[in-house]
DNA sequence: ATGGCTTGCATAGCAAGA
């Protein structure tokens, strides 16, 4: 089961890349980010023609994830528990029946929290603990369940081109980055540093300042895995090039390939 | 660079992203 994370920004603007990607990197399942998109604006007829079922939690002009699986799906959820007054469409769950056993997947779209401090950033911490409090929930049931999706968190020093521009960012601050390890060391693992521990790894380069052309990234969609589910991680990689294309997201598909 | 692109939207300059 090839389970993918790509945040399109805006899958409108991005339709075409998107089934490019789709046709060749054939994920089984594709959780999405930043859809930038109500459900009802979904362009679902054109991904279910290639055999993929659509479930979407859009929201107008902004955030919206969305789960895309050529697998069947059952109870699906929308919405990160913890806070009902929460309108920011930024979580979704499914549980993927595969040829040799279900994975429970939940999608993220972890908030930015620029500028920090601030209430952006109170609204990240307070979404982070949240998140740790469902993660704790999900591997309480002993299944496999991959957690996937734009984390807006640099782990490390070498998961960005130049680390000290992010000195004090919402995305590299040491808050920031203790919450993620707190999230990790409930009992997850990173796929992408369980096999490979190489720096200039990157997921994401911005648009501006010819980022792309010098290399200039950071590492921050991650997929991270109860230890049911990595036991069954046979390969991860970073679809990288997906970045030199026409019109392109300013994130890459980053990807796991399970025994399931 | 208090923002060099890109997206979406009350389609004209903004807000938001990272």
Redesign the pocket.
């Known amino acids: 089961m090839k389970i993918a994370t790509f945040?399109i920004?805006?899958?409108?603007?991005?339709i075409e890349a998107l089934l490019t990607w789709l046709d060749e990197a054939k994920p089984d399942v594709a959780l999405l980010q930043?859809i930038?998109?109500?459900d009802k604006?979904f362009p679902r007829e054109l991904i279910e023609e290639k055999g993929y079922r659509v479930e979407t939690h859009g929201q107008?002009?902004?955030n919206g994830v969305a789960i895309l699986s050529r697998l069947p799906l059952e109870d699906v959820t929308r919405g990160l528990p913890g806070d009902d007054t929460d309108e920011q469409a930024r979580w979704i769950e499914a549980t993927v029946i595969g040829d040799q056993g279900a994975v429970r997947v939940c999608g993220l779209y972890l908030?930015?929290g620029?500028p920090a401090p601030g209430p952006?950033y109170d609204y990240k911490l307070a979404w982070m603990a949240r998140m740790e409090a469902r993660v704790r929930d999900i591997l309480a049931t002993e299944e496999p369940a991959v957690f996937a999706g734009?984390y807006?968190v640099i782990p490390q020093p070498e998961d960005a081109a130049k680390p000290d521009a992010w000195r004090d960012?919402a995305?590299f601050l040491p808050q920031t980055r203790a919450a993620f390890r707190r999230i990790v060391n409930l009992g997850l693992t990173e796929a992408f540093r369980a096999r490979n521990q190489m720096a200039g790894q990157y997921s994401?380069w911005?648009?501006?300042?010819?980022s792309w052309g010098r290399n200039n990234g950071?590492r921050?969609d991650h997929l991270l895995l109860t230890p049911q589910a990595a036991d069954l991680m046979l390969d991860v990689q970073i679809d990288r090039e997906v970045r030199g294309r026409e019109?392109p997201s300013?994130?890459v598909p980053v990807w796991i390939e399970l025994a399931a």
Do not use: C, M, T
């Open positions: 945040n920004n805006g899958v409108k603007a991005r930043e930038k998109s109500v604006g107008k002009s902004f908030p930015n620029n952006k734009d807006n960012d995305l994401f911005d648009y501006q300042a010819n950071i921050i019109k300013d994130h």
